[in-house]
């Protein structure tokens, strides 16, 4: 069997907007599209179809009978389209399975997750930690805050850049002059990430070269890091974001404010699409987006 012909999608859409405004003006105001592009749109569907849909009687737009009946049925087809769309992308109400890479969690999360839930006592959020190697997809998260997710049942929205700073406590800062020229204080180890070495593209970054010899301390997880810095056993190149809190209180010092973005890293809220409609996915959306801009 033969698939039938189908005009032009775009300018059907188009027209029914048209159609139901009168106004080419009004309905590319509501396509945010140019009075222009909405008369082109028209003038291709009726060089398709073989007819006029529109006339001018005096000031105003009018349909012809054929169109009248014509959009009607347009009309209807796209409410079907809607309809359906809306039954395959519906959610089931229930948990939202947020996850979230465990450093974030532990330091930006978990402060301010009480201040949510007194908040938003309807929604039953919960919240799995992250490793590098886990597949969002694989577990079945609603949501997750972290690198963008590249999969067919997800949808991502970029919030912002991980921006690194070099950074320690107020007590190693008092040692350090000039920083970053580390010739006097070569013994002041640098504390990185095992296998990350962001040391070596912020130096790349910044033309700079610390000293031959210069000590390093390699942990394998952020959280190690942030600690280590804390303790003063050195000068950790941090997510600015990560530790708002330690730098408001000043438990860490923030050495060079000009920032750091590694390649490929920032912050993106990905959502499963079958729950795009759910209200609670989108006000936990907002709150997340909030928390990082603070």
Not at 131 to 145: F, I, Q, R
Request: aromatic content about 8%.
């Amino acid at each position: 069997m033969a698939t039938p012909v189908m005009p032009p999608l775009k300018s059907l859409y188009i027209f029914s907007v048209a159609a139901r405004h009168l106004n080419f003006s009004r309905a590319a105001e509501e396509l945010c599209i140019t009075p222009s592009a909405v008369s082109h749109q028209i003038k291709r569907l009726e060089d398709w179809l073989g007819c006029k849909l529109f006339e001018k009687s005096g000031k105003q737009l009018v349909m012809t009978q054929k169109a009248q009946n014509y959009a009607l049925q347009i009309r209807q087809s796209f409410e079907h389209i809607h309809n359906a769309t809306c039954e395959i992308t519906s959610y089931q109400s229930g948990p939202i399975q947020l996850g979230i890479s465990s450093a974030f969690a532990m330091k930006r999360l978990m402060p301010a997750l009480e201040k949510w839930q007194l908040a938003n006592p309807e929604i039953d959020l919960r919240v799995r930690m992250l490793n590098c190697e886990d597949k969002p997809e694989a577990l079945e998260l609603d949501a997750v805050v972290a690198n963008q997710i590249h999969h067919v049942s997800y949808q991502s929205k970029f919030i912002c850049h991980e921006s690194y700073h070099p950074m320690c406590s107020p007590s190693l800062a008092e040692q350090i002059s000039g920083f970053p020229n580390l010739d006097a204080a070569s013994d002041i180890p640098l504390i990185d990430i095992e296998g990350v070495n962001i040391w070596s593209l912020w130096q790349q970054d910044k033309n700079i070269s610390f000293p031959e010899g210069q000590t390093h301390i390699l942990f394998g997880h952020t959280l190690l890091l942030v600690q280590a810095a804390l303790y003063g056993q050195g000068i950790a190149m941090l997510e600015k974001t990560l530790v708002k809190n330690e730098l408001e209180s000043g438990a860490l010092i923030c050495l060079d404010d000009d920032g750091f973005i590694p390649p490929q890293t920032a912050y993106y809220f990905s959502w499963r699409k079958s729950r795009r409609n759910d209200p609670a996915l989108k006000k936990l959306q907002s709150w997340l987006e909030e928390l990082l801009f603070e």
